[in-house]
């Protein structure tokens, strides 16, 4: 580059601020190429720590929606056993039910042979007792009345009958069910 007004003294003078000035231009070049290679470092590590996190998240994604399958599925299998257990307690509610029933029955007729035992016995124990004492007294005749007076089959309807009645109260749809299984002929 030349000067103006081309002198050689002005051409010295200015040379020296000229190598003053590149000089300055080249630090400053220097400088930038340094702050440029230190935001380069700067931005490459944030893109390797971006993808890092990016492919933690990813990661972690994936096991979530692998434990939400499994949750799913359990969740189902649970479903499942908790219906099959309300079908088993509605089953075992339902044979208590009966049991009760059949309780309630058993109740029924250990009350009902209880009372005609009681009966029976008290009947036993009066001819017994008068039985003896005609015998006692030798009044055969009398014995003799007393053991006629007995009627078995009177005493075999009388056990029939309770049974019936008990049996009818206790089951009071038998004889509609019973007649439903014949054919109306019969």
């Given at each position: 580059?030349?000067?103006?007004?081309?002198?050689?003294?002005?051409?010295?003078?200015?040379s020296s601020i000229?190598?003053?000035?590149?000089?300055?231009?080249?630090?400053?070049?220097?400088?930038?190429?340094?702050?440029?290679?230190?935001?380069?470092?700067?931005?490459?590590?944030?893109?390797?720590?971006?993808?890092?996190?990016?492919?933690?998240?990813?990661?972690?994604?994936?096991?979530?929606?692998?434990?939400?399958?499994?949750?799913?599925?359990?969740?189902?299998?649970?479903?499942?056993?908790?219906?099959?257990?309300?079908?088993?307690?509605?089953?075992?509610n339902e044979a208590?039910?009966?049991?009760?029933?059949?309780?309630?029955?058993?109740?029924?007729?250990?009350?009902?042979?209880?009372?005609?035992?009681?009966?029976?016995?008290?009947?036993?124990?009066?001819?017994k007792l008068a039985?003896?004492?005609?015998?006692?007294?030798?009044?055969?005749?009398?014995?003799?009345?007393?053991?006629?007076?007995?009627?078995?089959?009177?005493?075999?309807?009388?056990?029939?009958?309770?049974?019936?009645?008990?049996?009818?109260?206790?089951?009071?749809?038998?004889?509609?069910?019973?007649?439903?299984?014949?054919?109306?002929?019969?």
């Amino acid at each position: 580059m030349r000067p103006f007004y081309n002198t050689r003294l002005r051409q010295v003078q200015i040379s020296s601020i000229f190598s003053v000035i590149e000089g300055q231009r080249i630090s400053i070049i220097e400088r930038q190429r340094k702050t440029l290679g230190i935001y380069s470092i700067i931005t490459t590590v944030l893109i390797l720590l971006v993808i890092a996190f990016a492919t933690v998240i990813f990661r972690q994604l994936k096991r979530m929606q692998r434990a939400e399958a499994t949750i799913s599925a359990i969740n189902e299998t649970l479903q499942a056993n908790n219906e099959h257990l309300s079908l088993l307690n509605q089953q075992l509610n339902e044979a208590n039910h009966k049991l009760n029933e059949v309780n309630v029955i058993k109740d029924e007729y250990i009350g009902y042979y209880f009372n005609v035992n009681s009966e029976y016995i008290d009947k036993i124990e009066r001819v017994k007792l008068a039985l003896e004492k005609s015998l006692a007294n030798k009044q055969y005749n009398s014995a003799q009345r007393i053991i006629d007076a007995i009627n078995i089959k009177t005493e075999r309807n009388e056990l029939f009958k309770g049974f019936d009645t008990v049996f009818i109260k206790l089951f009071p749809n038998f004889v509609e069910a019973f007649n439903f299984l014949l054919r109306p002929e019969d």
